[in-house]
């Protein structure tokens, strides 16, 4: 465990309750990532395994068919983590010094231990989180938040028909908007409910973005802009590549992150994103690999549901739960290798985690906090 982690085990629940202070340990923490990342360009060896957040997919099973995604179809099809793996990969999680847990799929809200998954990362002291569909949020939101689930995010496509042609389902978005109601009539503000929206060809519109914005006003819900990818395996572009961008779409991709900025500027505490990270979107959608920002996924641990363990979404496999425990697996020279290979962008150099990449990156925050951007 470094010593970064050991002093946020310890101090994390005292600085919380001083929103200052935790800020400014915040602040602190982000210079120093700033720091290695400068110095890392000359000196490779100094980026080393420092794993703080664990995603992991629970299951692969789905009860929608997205037109851009492989889950429930040919990725792991039938995979599902049983709970005593994930038990023990929560318990090694939380002895490595690991700060926060993503549980998703797939669909989350179908595996059966799911509300035993949550009461026991929230047992152990780890930030915990639920990333879903809502289509039956609804229905299990009682027991979720008896298990102590406080965040949830949910995947969001465009609003209304919009939304049920790409789930290809019918009457999907009357049942999500109708989950969403009901947590925050049963518990407020108690539950942080976020919407993953995702920009890709079909919603690239300023229309389709107020849409999106209006609804996550009606329910007070935070917003990050998640984009199309072209790397993750357990993504698809739609037939002949529909849901993905082409040269000619950049003044709706400008125009719909100048929409963004002018209504982040009015009310900041909507969108969870910086107006660094937003003013980078057009470049990563356009430039997509040509896009040379170092990776932090050093700092990341995803697992499978077939209990593939790796450095992130995409790529550096670093074995598999079903057998050797993540206390075996972490830390080893393949995952030390795996993490110089993924800051110096050895990979298929995809847009994940592109807030704190250009956070931790001075070049580019300082070219992306210009108003205009050439």
Known sequence: MSIRSHLRTALADTLKRHPRLWQGARAIDEQIERTRFSAARALPVLIRPEPRRLHIAITAHCNQRCVGC?????????????????????????????????????????????????????????????????????????????????????????????????????????RVEASIARVRERYGSAVSLRINWLLMRPTCSVEAFDAMLAFAEKYDLTVRTDLIHYSLPYFDEGPDRCLQFRPEDEPAIRAVVGEMLRRRAENPARFTQTVEAMRSMPDWLLKGPDMRVPCDNYQMIWVGADGTVKLCYVTFRLGNLHEQRLSEIVFTETHRQAARDAFQLNCPNCHCELDTRIAKHAPSLKRYRQPEIS
């Not at 990725?75 to 709970?83: I, N, R």
């Not at 998954?117 to 938040?145: F, K």
Request: overall charge negative.
């Open 70 to 174: 492989r889950y429930g179809r040919d990725f792991m099809p039938g995979s599902q983590l049983p709970w005593p793996i994930v038990r023990d990969l929560l318990d090694d999680a939380r002895e490595i010094g690991m700060w926060d847990v993503r549980l998703y799929g797939g669909e989350p809200l179908l595996h059966p231990d799911l509300p035993k998954m949550v009461e026991h990362t929230v047992g152990l002291g780890l930030e915990c989180y639920v990333t879903t569909n809502a289509i039956r949020l609804g229905e299990q939101i009682d027991t979720l938040y008896a298990a102590g689930l406080r965040r949830v995010t949910i995947g969001f496509y465009g609003v209304g028909d919009a939304y049920d042609q790409y789930a290809q389902r019918k009457g999907r978005f009357a």
